[in-house]
T-cell receptor, first 115, second 111 residues
Framework: AQSVTQPDIHITVSEGASLELRCNYS??????LFWYVQSPGQGLQLLLK??????LVQGIKGFEAEFKRSQSSFNLRKPSVHWSDAAEYFCAVGAFGSGTYKYIFGTGTRLKVLA | DAMVIQNPRYQVTQFGKPVTLSCSQTLNHNVMYWYQQKSSQAPKLLFHYYDKDFNNEADTPDNFQSRRPNTSFCFLDIRSPGLGDAAMYLC??????????FGPGTRLTVL
């Protein structure tokens, strides 16, 4: 069965420190991959996406993610975190299976930023 | 700006009293989705429309229904809300199976 795993429920970093949020997926072929950010009480905003091509993708707000097929991973990174990055981050996978398209979210990682 | 709009942002209803949530979009996307998100959880897909074709997730309760009268609008009807239906309801759109664009959500409270 298709699945998305975000191993870290909570992450705390200091402002200015680097950040890496992990995402692993389980699917037979290469799915479409997405990272979203959600601030409290708000909808989800797309940070970046991977469909094919260059495995290092750049997104908004200084985020990037790298697709590693061998590890079935799509980790999100930012070299220097700002206090405004504190939010919930969701990895999502879109894939075809059983004759239909499925869009599956990971359970999310809540980021706390220390001043 | 093109966007996904949800109304109302906050909805309070009574146990068992039908409620309708609204979603509209100016993106002219052909796919529209409804998600339920409970506190500190991932969004859970309830159903989606691909053009006029309705696709219900297998575990979506019968209590939840949806209507899409035209490309721009989609409604979520909860026929008899229970306390367990209190959640944030998110509408999203996409062009075919591309990235999804989300509205700000409707927070539903059931008294």
């Amino acid at each position: 069965a298709q699945s998305v795993t975000q191993p870290d429920i909570h992450i705390t970093v200091s402002e200015g420190a680097s950040l890496e949020l992990r995402c692993n997926y389980s699917y037979g072929a290469t799915p479409y991959l997405f990272w979203y950010v959600q601030s409290p009480g708000q909808g989800l905003q797309l940070l970046l996406k991977y469909f094919s091509g260059d495995t290092l993708v750049q997104g908004i707000k200084g985020f990037e993610a790298e697709f590693k097929r061998s590890q079935s991973s799509f980790n999100l990174r930012k070299p220097s975190v700002h206090w405004s990055d504190a939010a919930e981050y969701f990895c999502a996978v879109g894939a075809f299976g059983s004759g239909t398209y499925k869009y599956i979210f990971g359970t999310g990682t809540r980021l706390k930023v220390l001043a | 700006d093109a966007m996904v709009i949800q109304n109302p942002r906050y909805q309070v209803t009574q146990f068992g009293k039908p409620v309708t949530l609204s979603c509209s979009q100016t993106l002219n996307h052909n796919v529209m989705y409804w998600y339920q998100q409970k506190s500190s959880q991932a969004p859970k897909l309830l159903f989606h429309y691909y053009d006029k074709d309705f696709n219900n997730e297998a575990d979506t309760p019968d209590n939840f229904q949806s209507r899409r009268p035209n490309t721009s609008f989609c409604f979520l009807d909860i026929r008899s809300p229970g306390l367990g239906d209190a959640a944030m309801y998110l509408c999203a759109t996409s062009r075919d199976w591309g990235e999804q664009f989300f509205g700000p959500g409707t927070r539903l409270t059931v008294l």
